[in-house]
């Protein structure tokens, strides 16, 4: 049983414009969520995170959004930039217990 | 230096052999992790550790096993390697109390011949 989906494998958007990533999850009980960004041969690294009583967090061009009802989130970039091209898991835990991961969405910024 | 190290980065085994892959952190975390990423799958837990006398199983653990030798170190043993679990292999650290977030390394490449 797949708790957190990403629907998107891949998405591709021009340089300069927004990219948005959806995130979908099935467990009412988690409470915190988190967007990790990962280049090839390295290891995934934390971008940005919400907890479940916010319903936005902003840091510098990235934007995460929870729609608690809709068990919902996504994350915004603007702009985008070559360098955002990556592959995005987004991931959620309760209680401060162990995250549970997306299957990930590689997303290509077009010069 | 990086703050989650992981040995070997690359490695080529036959199927049957026992293999070790180590994870060591200078983060001074309590909470340690093991993952695989698999294409399509993204990244499943295999064995964590909240202390040095706390191991768990997580969602893959068969086939796997784990000892935390130490604070800092935290391995993953392949008792028999078989080829389904050629993948890349991640070690995590957080820290408690905190939020969750997890600090990965720089993955193992494993391929079982």
């Known amino acids: 049983d797949q708790q957190v989906k990403q629907n998107s494998p891949s998405l591709s958007v021009q340089e300069g414009r927004i990219s948005i990533l959806n995130c979908d999850y099935t467990n009412s009980m988690f409470d915190y969520f988190l967007w990790y960004k990962k280049y090839p041969a390295e290891g995934p690294t934390f971008l940005i995170s919400?907890?479940?009583?916010?319903d936005k967090n902003e840091d510098g061009r990235f934007t995460v959004f929870l729609n608690k009802s809709a068990k919902h989130l996504s994350l915004h970039i603007v702009p985008s930039q070559p360098g955002d091209s990556a592959v995005y898991f987004c991931?959620?835990?309760?209680?401060?217990?162990?995250?549970?991961f997306g299957t990930g969405t590689r997303l290509t910024i077009i010069p | 230096d990086a703050d989650v190290t992981q040995t070997p980065r690359n490695r080529i085994t036959k199927t049957g052999k026992r293999i070790m892959l180590e994870c060591s952190q200078t983060k001074g975390h309590d909470r340690m992790y093991w993952y695989r990423q698999d294409p399509g799958l993204g990244l499943r837990l295999i064995y964590y550790?909240?202390?040095?006398?706390?191991?768990n199983k997580g969602e893959i653990s068969d086939g796997y096993s784990v000892s935390r030798q130490a604070q800092a170190k935290f391995s993953l043993s392949l008792e028999s390697a078989i080829p389904n679990q050629t993948a890349l292999y991640f070690c995590?650290?957080?820290?408690?109390?905190?939020?969750?977030?997890?600090?990965f390394g720089p993955g193992t490449r494993l391929l079982v011949l």
């Open positions: 991931a959620a835990s309760f209680g401060n217990e162990k995250l549970t």
């Open positions: 995590a650290t957080s820290e408690f109390p905190g939020q969750g977030t997890q600090y």
């Open positions: 919400i907890s479940s009583i916010k």
């Open positions: 550790s909240f202390d040095v006398k706390d191991i």
